[in-house]
């Protein structure tokens, strides 16, 4: 065996090597999170619930004659009891 033919089955196994390495490290990155994901969506639908619950107690509560204020408060506790009713549910199903 000549230098020469060494050398290129040196160069040839160490870019076969490296290819493999690239390729490992090419899938190895692109991995989905997709629970995590999933779970940021549900969390952040939750909290949009939360404030169109809100919103809707404090529009019908103003419009029972209550004073801002009361509005106020009976939407801020609406938001409360849905939130902490949407994030028990993704609680127990996670």
Do not use: C, N, Q, Y
């Amino acid at each position: 065996m000549t230098t020469a033919t060494t050398l290129t089955t040196a160069t040839a196994t160490a870019t076969a090597t490296a290819t493999a390495t690239a390729m490992t490290t090419t899938t190895t990155t692109t991995t989905w999170h997709t629970e995590d994901t999933l779970l940021a969506m549900a969390v952040v639908i939750a909290l949009l619930l939360s404030l169109l619950a809100a919103v809707v107690a404090g529009v019908l509560a103003r419009s029972d004659g209550a004073t801002l204020p009361a509005a106020a408060s009976r939407a801020g506790a609406a938001f409360a009891a849905t939130l902490a009713l949407a994030t028990g549910l993704l609680a127990l199903l996670r």
